[in-house]
Structure formats: C-alpha cells, structure tokens
C-alpha cells in the first residue's frame, strides 16, 4: 500500500503467483533425504539440517523438533530442454528425483556431514511456475547455501575443465572428488564458519517465520 492510495490485490501478478507455489512447497510433507523413493516430476523443493555441524547451529535450532522452519539450500529441477526455452510437452521423468539424489550423493561424499541429518520437502510444479516459486522461496528464506556458501549444487565440469577454483562448499566440506581437483582458494573453511556465524546471527528471516 502507498500513502493514501489502496492498491487493489491482484492475483495474478507475478510476485502473489509465486507466492502461490512457495506456500504449496511449504505444506508438503518433510521426508528424509536418506529415505526417498523415486517418482516422476519436476519442480521445487527445500533441503533441510538438522545435525551438529558448529557453524550451523542456529539453523538446525529452527528445524529439530519437526519445525523445519530454516532450508540451508532451496533449489528446483526442470524438464529436458526447459533452460533452452524448449516447450515440452512430454513427461519430464525423475528429474526432480535425480536432483535431489544427486544432491544426497554431494552430502555422503562430504567428510563432515551425514545424510541421515538431511531432510526435504518438494513440490511438483508445471514448469512454467517452477523458477517463480524457487526465486520467491530464496528471497524469502536466503538459505546458506544459495547466498554464502556456493557451490553445493555444481556438477564435475568433466575431463580438461579443472581450471577453476574450489567452491566454498567444498572447502567447508572436502569429500567431492572432482572438486579436489580444482584450484585451491584463499579462504580457509575457519573463516567461512566465522563468516556463517556472523551471517546467521544477523540475517535470519527464518527465526521469527511462521510462514
């Protein structure tokens, strides 16, 4: 609302349409990352932790107890062809699923994580909502590891193309083979903790979030 002015609401604007999907994300069911079994569809999901990582205690505080109130990573998963502006209308498959397990494959390699720690909750959206919904959630939430701590989700970028340099993900959590393979970075993982620290205590939507 402007000073004296009523703007009416408007549901299809694209900021209450992506709100739409985020919310529906919100309400699906929490599974474990440990435990998902494969089914078909694309779309956006939330990662949850709840372990006892130092560095992330503020977020596990927000999730133990079944309140999952603080996604440490928000991401999506589209058809074959969508990142392209390919419209397709066939069945996009597991992609959602393939995501999410390969995200749990990153956790196992990690030496100072557990995937049993991991949980998840996702929403199968027709892609054209799909990047709505996952920009609405990030903004919403500005989980770690889409705004400090990148890298989590990279693929090996394969034979000849090791030039560049290691994701802070990585540093944080050394394991991922390919990623030994890149350039070291100047951070240590004890100031990216220090750094998290200092980002979770004063950057936290999440603590007082009912949404």
């Known amino acids: 609302m402007t000073k004296g002015k009523i703007i009416p609401f408007n549901p299809l604007d694209k900021y209450n349409l992506g709100e ?5 994300m919100l309400r699906q069911s929490v599974l474990s990352m440990k435990k998902l079994q494969p089914f078909d569809g694309a779309g956006i999901y939330a990662i949850y932790y709840t372990g006892n990582f130092k560095a992330y205690a503020r977020i596990t505080a927000a999730n133990i107890g079944n309140k999952f109130k603080a996604p440490i990573y928000v991401g999506k998963a589209v058809p074959k062809g969508s990142r392209k502006g390919i419209y397709n209308e066939l069945s996009p498959g597991k992609v959602l699923f393939n995501r ?19 949980y998840c909750r996702f929403l199968i959206v027709d892609d054209i909502w799909i990047p709505l919904g996952e920009s609405l959630l990030i903004s919403r ?17 394969g034979k000849g193309r090791h030039a560049g340099v290691c994701p802070r993900w990585d ?16 951070e240590t993982a004890n100031q990216i903790e220090r750094e998290i620290i200092s980002y979770l205590r004063n950057d936290s939507p999440f603590e007082n979030d009912d949404m």
């Open 20 to 24: 739409s999907v985020g919310q529906a």
């Open 100 to 118: 999410l397990k390969q995200h749990g494959k990153s956790i196992e390699q990690a030496e100072n994580l557990r995937i049993e720690d991991f």
């Open 171 to 186: 540093v944080l959590h050394p394991g991922r083979p390919w990623a030994n393979r890149l350039n070291q970075r100047e």
């Open 141 to 157: 939430f500005n989980p770690l590891w889409n705004k400090l701590v990148d890298g989590f989700g990279n693929h090996d970028p």
